[in-house]
């Protein structure tokens, strides 16, 4: 199985949404794969690991919090999933999908701009990303090299929690890999060591 850093999955029965996803995606630099349940999303998985998973929660076969379920038990937060409904879309359906696992609720219909926004903050192309060529920082995750941007930016731990919708308690095992796969021993030396590696990547690019 390969990891594909830019490739998000979306997983709806809905054809038309799905190419709308997949036109709004691959605009801004994503590449899309599509799935139309949830059985053939978990295949998909492990073919090709996702950065990201937009999951419709209404699906034949499996739904929507089945597959959150198992995604979450087989990669242990290592991909970005955000839950979409044009169905469940009240403040307790929302806080449920939330606390089943998903890193996001999405209420259709949306506002395509902020629906790429916030997918982008989740499996972000960013600088850290183009900065992580050839470094250390390949190591992380899409997730992590979130973490660590807003790390860089001067974010707190409770703030960054607030940001990316997840725990404190989340936030801070995402910190203790960050330290780990990029072997230095404090926020400020990762944090460092990110700011460098986008020097140089800035320097490479000019």
């Known amino acids: 199985m390969s990891r594909q850093d830019d490739l998000v999955l979306v997983v709806d029965d809905d054809g038309a949404f ?3 996803v997949r036109e709004l995606l691959e605009h801004v630099g994503y590449r899309v794969d599509e799935a139309e349940s949830g059985e053939d999303a978990l295949r998909r998985i492990e073919t090709d690991e996702p950065a990201l998973v937009l999951l419709d929660i209404r699906l034949p076969g499996l739904n929507g919090y089945e597959v959150c379920r198992q995604i979450r038990d087989r990669f242990d937060g ?14 307790h359906d929302r806080s449920a999908g939330l606390l089943i696992g998903a890193d996001d609720y999405v209420v259709k219909p949306f506002d395509e701009s902020e629906f790429v926004a916030r997918l982008r903050r989740l499996a972000p192309l960013g600088y850290l990303r183009d900065a992580a060529n050839g470094s250390r920082l390949e190591r992380l995750t899409p997730r992590e090299l979130e973490v660590l941007r807003l790390l860089a930016e001067g974010h707190d731990q409770d703030e960054i929690a607030r940001q990316l919708v997840i725990s404190p308690k989340t936030v801070s095992t995402h910190i203790q890999r960050i330290l780990g796969k990029l072997e230095v021993r404090s926020r400020a030396h990762a ?3 990110a700011l460098h590696e986008r020097a140089a990547a800035i320097a490479r690019a000019h």
């Open 78 to 91: 290592e991909i970005a999933i955000v839950f979409v409904s044009g169905e469940r879309t009240e403040s």
């Open 191 to 193: 944090v460092s060591l």
């Open 18 to 20: 799905r190419a709308l």
